[in-house]
Nanobody, 118 residues
Framework: QVQLVESGGGLVQPGGSLRLSCAAS????????MGWYRQTPGKQRELVAD???????NYADSVKGRFTISRDNTKSTAYLQMDSLNAEDTAVYYC????????????WGRGTQVTVSS
């Protein structure tokens, strides 16, 4: 019903930058919140950042000051600008969209790999 496609991942050197994109399509209705999560092998998926339809943002402590989340409501697309990357940022990054139709429904993308290495 709703599809999310992430792009922009890849290999980057420590201190470098990447910009991730998440495009939503299908029966998107009203997307209230979009967010980015990440997961490494053996660990639970964790919130990186999210943003409401009104532009209110929330960040994990580990990325505050380095990552910036934004969205284009017209294009139903969310972005994650990642600066000052370090090895601990290496993970698969997943996009999530929350849609409210009588109640909240969460949809997930398949993820994009980010690797920070020299």
């Amino acid at each position: 019903q709703v599809q999310l496609v992430e792009s922009g991942g890849g290999l980057v050197q420590p201190g470098g930058s990447l910009r991730l994109s998440c495009a939503a399509s299908g029966s998107i209705g009203s997307i209230t919140t979009m967010g980015w999560y990440r997961q490494t092998p053996g660990k639970q998926r964790e919130l990186v950042a999210d943003i409401t339809s009104g532009g209110i943002t929330n960040y994990a402590d580990s990325v505050k000051g380095r990552f910036t989340i934004s969205r284009d409501n017209t294009k139903s697309t969310a972005y994650l600008q990642m600066d000052s990357l370090n090895a601990e940022d290496t993970a698969v990054y997943y996009c999530k969209a929350r849609i409210w139709t009588m109640r909240a429904y969460d949809y997930w993308g398949r993820g994009t790999q980010v690797t920070v290495s020299s």
